[in-house]
């Protein structure tokens, strides 16, 4: 069984930043690429970002040169660092995991950018 972990979301000003962790853990037989989703009230769950096993990473359009998205291999560990926030960003963000086999969600962390 594989866990997520998801921390670091929170209220903050427009212009603000916030920084996500997500922390897999259990039986893990290969990361093919973990990352970011994330869902706003009334729309569809969308990609932010990911980070692909070789190190290759992947952003919604909105968010590059704004967000990053790094990890720690050996913590099995994936990092979201927000800059310049923008209320659009207020939703749910999911941390992702992809295996060789399967594809884990996290339970979602919220992120409030509001005056």
């Known amino acids: 069984q594989v866990q997520l972990v998801e921390s670091g979301g929170g209220l903050v000003q427009p212009g603000g930043s916030l920084r996500l962790s997500c922390a897999a853990s259990?039986?893990?037989?290969?990361?093919?690429?973990m990352g970011w989703y994330r869902q706003a009230p009334g729309k569809e769950r969308e990609l932010v970002a990911l980070?692909?096993?070789?190190?290759?990473?992947t952003y919604q359009d909105s968010v590059k040169g704004r967000f990053t998205v790094s990890r720690d291999s050996a913590k099995n560990t994936v990092y979201l660092q927000m800059n310049s926030l923008r209320p659009e960003d207020t939703a749910v963000y999911y941390c992702?995991?992809?295996?060789?086999?399967?594809?884990?969600w996290g339970q979602g962390t919220q992120v409030t950018v509001s005056s």
């Open positions: 992702f995991l992809a295996a060789s086999l399967a594809g884990y």
């Open positions: 259990g039986s893990i037989a290969s990361i093919k690429a």
């Open positions: 980070i692909a096993s070789g190190g290759g990473t």
